[in-house]
């Protein structure tokens, strides 16, 4: 498989604002992963950060989580990159 293949995608729709979404999401990040290195914040539009399981052995993936505005609603993507 190539490397630029291995990409999960998650999407879901929120019944709140985007900055609401945001700021809930960043608060509750370290609680649910630790303290994983945020390498990018564009509030409340994108968060990009890398995280690395426990049983991984020094694989790491990298996050990019955004944020987008819909009808009153916020659609949250997140697309994992680069792990083994």
């Given at each position: 498989m190539r490397d630029d293949a291995r990409e999960m995608v998650?999407?879901?729709l929120f019944d709140a604002g985007r900055t609401e979404v945001f700021e809930a999401w960043l608060q509750h990040l370290p609680a649910w992963l630790g303290e994983a290195p945020?390498?990018?914040t564009i509030p409340p539009e994108l968060a990009v950060f890398t995280h690395?399981?426990?049983?991984?052995?020094g694989d790491y993936v990298t996050v990019i989580a955004r944020f987008e505005e819909k009808d009153g609603q916020t659609l949250y993507t997140s697309r994992a990159r680069r792990w083994r």
């Open positions: 998650i999407a879901r945020v390498l990018q690395m399981p426990v049983e991984a052995s």
